[in-house]
């Protein structure tokens, strides 16, 4: 982005999204560049606004996505390894979580004990809950068990280690649009691992099921 057409095709390609941030229509959409080729800092001034006067208005969180969206662009190539790592130590963590939840599933007391009671205590409730396929839909209750169930097993040192690498790269992407980096949360509380939450879920009701058809079992033998 050395030169004033390139300049021109990325703002063409990001008008909707300008738009959208600012509440304008496209069909009153209409925005005006300046291009400055400072040698050190080539970059353009752009001036947007409404045919209809009332409006068009930009907020902090707007501005926040707007520069994260001509960032992924303009530094794509710089990005890219960030991504792959990123992505590499996210995977890592999930493949912690699959490996530590079977180890609990099967009561191996090769993994963490208090997980295992946990995940148990959570598996016995989802016999008699009514919503039991999500996390989102769970009460109260069965969501502090499943969020005390990851952040047990984020006390490994292993997955923490991974996390905060994770965490770091985070912080390297959000500097090219922002001056601060990626907000710190646990692993429990980050929205991006928030299908640890589900496999954790999907593990107590498989778990659950594997009970209910004992009881069936049990019951069925009784009754002759």
């Known amino acids: 982005y050395d030169n004033a ?26 925005w ?9 800092h080539p970059h353009i001034h752009i001036f947007c606004y409404s045919q209809k006067p009332k409006q068009g208005y930009l907020s902090k969180e707007g501005i926040e996505n707007l520069r994260r969206s001509f ?8 990005l890219y390894h960030l991504y792959v790592q990123k992505d590499a130590h996210r995977d890592a963590v999930k493949n912690f979580f699959v490996e530590e939840l079977q180890k609990a599933s099967l009561k191996s007391h090769k993994g963490n004990l208090k997980a295992e009671a946990l995940l148990l205590k959570l598996a016995a409730n989802l016999k008699t809950a009514k919503h039991k396929r999500a996390y989102g839909r769970l009460d109260k209750e069965n969501k502090v068990l499943v969020d005390e169930i990851v ?45 640890i939450k589900n496999m954790v879920l999907k593990c107590a009701r498989e778990l659950s099921e594997q009970e209910i058809q004992k009881d069936r079992k049990i019951a069925a033998q009784t009754a002759f």
């Open 71 to 78: 960032a992924s662009e303009i530094f794509h190539d710089d």
């Open 151 to 195: 952040r047990e097993l984020s006390k490994d040192e292993k997955v923490g280690a991974l996390y905060e690498n994770w965490l770091g790269l985070k912080d390297e992407i959000s500097f090219t649009y922002q001056d601060a980096g990626h907000k710190r949360r646990s692993l429990a509380d980050e929205p991006e691992f928030r299908n």
């Open 5 to 30: 057409a390139a300049w021109r095709e990325l703002v063409r390609e990001k008008a909707p999204k300008i738009a959208k941030e600012m509440g304008i229509p496209v069909d009153d959409f209409v």
């Open 32 to 40: 005006y560049g300046a291009f400055h080729n400072e040698g050190h």
